[in-house]
């Protein structure tokens, strides 16, 4: 079973060695923010961080992923707060989105290892295909990023998510654990 270190937690997965790390953080983990696009390493929308290096996730095998520590774009900043994320959002270099958190994923490692990329940097760092064209505001963002990192700039135009996974569960009661608190409680109302 080989195990693995996701997004700060240690994780076995019960699956065949040689099922691609994508499948595995989709289909097991519930990590659906790394995409499926096209499973031949070519888009990218697959992008995760693993020992903090950008890799598409459909070309590495969970067997080959064993004792290392991956992020996903879930990971990368519970409150949306990480220079990427703020500066794709400020920079609107996000357009339907599919391929964003691939996106996100390289332009993190990038930012890393360096804070001052030239556009000849970001366009070596991040080949990941974007069917919405947003190349031209890709390359501010991610230069907007860096200046965020060096602390030469702030952006507040991505505000952190309005509620937290634990109080959308208490809020949602589709969303609690079955079980749990506050089930078997039909037919009560909050009235």
């Not at 990218?44 to 064993?66: F, H, P, Q």
């Amino acid at each position: 079973m080989p195990a693995m270190t996701v997004n700060d937690r240690p994780v076995s997965f019960d699956m065949d060695p040689q099922t691609p790390l994508l499948w595995a953080l989709r289909d097991a983990a519930n990590l659906t923010g790394t995409k499926y696009g096209c499973g031949a390493g070519d888009c990218g929308a697959c992008m995760v961080l693993i020992d903090g290096e950008a890799l598409r996730s459909c070309l590495v095998t969970i067997a080959e992923a064993e004792g290392r520590f991956i992020t996903t774009i879930e990971g990368l900043s519970r409150d949306r707060s990480h220079p990427v994320q703020q500066a794709l959002v400020a920079e609107q270099a996000i357009q339907c989105g599919y391929c964003t958190p691939g996106i996100a994923m390289a332009a993190a490692a990038l930012i890393a290892k360096n804070a001052d990329p030239s556009e000849e940097d970001i366009r070596a760092a991040i080949p990941n295909l974007c069917r919405c064209g947003v190349y031209p505001r890709l390359i501010a963002a991610v230069q907007r990023a860096g200046r965020v990192t060096r602390r030469q700039e702030r952006i507040s135009a991505a505000p952190a998510p309005g509620i937290d996974p634990a109080d959308a569960a208490r809020a949602v009661p589709a969303m609690g654990p079955s079980g749990g608190e506050g089930a078997g409680e039909a037919g009560e109302s909050g009235d």
